[in-house]
Nanobody, 124 residues
């Protein structure tokens, strides 16, 4: 049974950086597509970044391009999300999710396993 645990969230000012971690246990993430989603209060959960089975296959939401970087750490069975130049609109609960296909990577229904989320708050 795959278990995902996010960490690294926090409160920071605009322009700051955070590195989120999605640590897996129970199974290897090597067999899963892994995505990061975020959800702000009153809004739908939106896909932010995704890494495919091939670590070179990476997708970003337009809002994340140029600022966020997603990467696998196979040795640690972890997927990272490095977030730079953070903006208030990046605030929300960030979730990692694991699935089998990246065909519709922004669709939450494509993922069967989710972590509990970590809060990111960006405000001056």
């Amino acid at each position: 049974q795959l278990r995902l645990v996010e960490s690294g969230g926090g409160f920071l000012q605009p322009g700051g950086s955070l590195r989120l971690s999605c640590a897996a246990s129970g199974e290897s993430l090597d067999y899963y597509v892994v995505a990061w989603f975020r959800q702000a209060p009153g809004k739908e959960r939106e896909g932010v970044a995704c890494v495919g089975l091939d670590a070179d296959t990476i997708y970003y939401a337009n809002s994340a391009k140029g600022r966020f970087t997603v990467a696998r750490d196979r040795a640690k069975n972890t997927v990272w999300l490095q977030m730079n130049s953070l903006k208030p609109e990046d605030s929300g609960v960030y979730y990692c999710a694991a699935g089998y296909s990246d065909y519709e990577w922004t669709a939450p229904g494509e993922y069967g396993d989710w972590g509990q989320g970590t809060q990111v708050s960006v405000s001056s």
